[in-house]
């Protein structure tokens, strides 16, 4: 199970995800109570080590945008969150030397194959991202395929049957991990991935 803590700020929290056990972690450059600079995220990526992948988050933001935000950073991954990318967008992304990172809602009409539009990972989220309401995983048995991620809704109490409903590669968590908006929690990250390992 590969899981992925995102919307990380602090130095302790983004510890607390990799000494937990955490295969990636995100950090969230798009508008949002998570949202830090690159600048930031540049100091964060420090304390994570090689085998523990680090991902650039953006929503909305045109991939020339990307491109300047994350260059130099040493970030792994860019993830390009929502609907409006086109093919166009997302090629332009595969050139970048960071791995990509495909989001999109489960309940509209997205493409839900890792892959299809290039990308190395895929994440299939809530219809409103980052506001930790639950969904309805169980409509998505069958519809995705390859290395994507559940997201949207999840905590340590219904991980393991979010996954059991859905059959997903991985899970990505970040409301479901704080205390308050936008403030992580490192309890219930280590309380998180320990319960989606037994999914």
Same mark, same amino acid.
Do not use: N
């Given at each position: 199970?590969? !899981?992925?803590?995102?919307?990380?700020?602090?130095?302790?929290?983004?510890?607390?995800?990799?000494?937990?056990?955490?295969?990636?972690? %995100?950090?969230?450059?798009? =508008?949002?109570?998570r949202q830090i600079t690159p600048e930031r995220m540049r100091t964060l @990526? #420090?304390?994570?080590?090689?085998?523990?992948?680090?991902?650039? !988050?953006?929503? %909305?933001? =045109?991939?020339?945008?990307?491109?300047?935000?994350?260059?130099?950073? %040493?970030? +792994? #991954?860019?993830?390009?969150? $929502?609907?409006?990318?086109?093919? +166009?967008?997302?090629?332009?992304?595969?050139?970048?030397?960071q791995r990509l990172v495909r989001a999109v809602s489960g309940t509209g009409?997205?493409?839900?194959?890792? $892959?299809?539009?290039?990308?190395?990972?895929?994440?299939?989220?809530?219809?409103? =991202?980052?506001?930790?309401?639950?969904?309805?995983? #169980?409509?998505?048995?069958?519809?995705?395929?390859?290395?994507? @991620?559940?997201a949207g809704g999840l905590g340590p109490g219904n991980v393991r049957q979010?996954?059991?409903?859905?059959?997903?590669?991985?899970?990505? !968590?970040?409301? $479901?991990?704080?205390? %308050?908006? +936008?403030?992580?929690?490192? +309890?219930?990250?280590?309380?998180?991935?320990?319960?989606?390992?037994?999914?």
């Open positions: 199970m590969f !899981v992925k803590i995102c919307g990380l700020r602090e130095p302790s929290h983004v510890a607390a995800a990799v000494d937990a056990g955490a295969d990636a972690v %995100g950090f969230v450059l798009a =508008p949002s109570p @990526l #420090a304390d994570v080590p090689p085998h523990v992948l680090t991902v650039a !988050v953006f929503a %909305g933001a =045109p991939p020339a945008e990307v491109a300047a935000a994350v260059d130099g950073t %040493g970030v +792994g #991954a860019v993830q390009l969150h $929502g609907d409006a990318y086109t093919p +166009g967008d997302y090629a332009a992304a595969c050139a970048l030397p009409g997205a493409d839900l194959a890792c $892959g299809s539009h290039g990308e190395d990972l895929l994440i299939v989220d809530a219809p409103k =991202p980052g506001s930790g309401e639950p969904w309805d995983w #169980a409509a998505l048995a069958g519809r995705a395929d390859g290395r994507w @991620l559940l979010a996954v059991a409903d859905t059959g997903a590669w991985g899970v990505d !968590v970040s409301s $479901g991990v704080e205390r %308050g908006r +936008g403030v992580k929690d490192a +309890g219930l990250i280590r309380e998180f991935v320990a319960a989606a390992r037994e999914a």
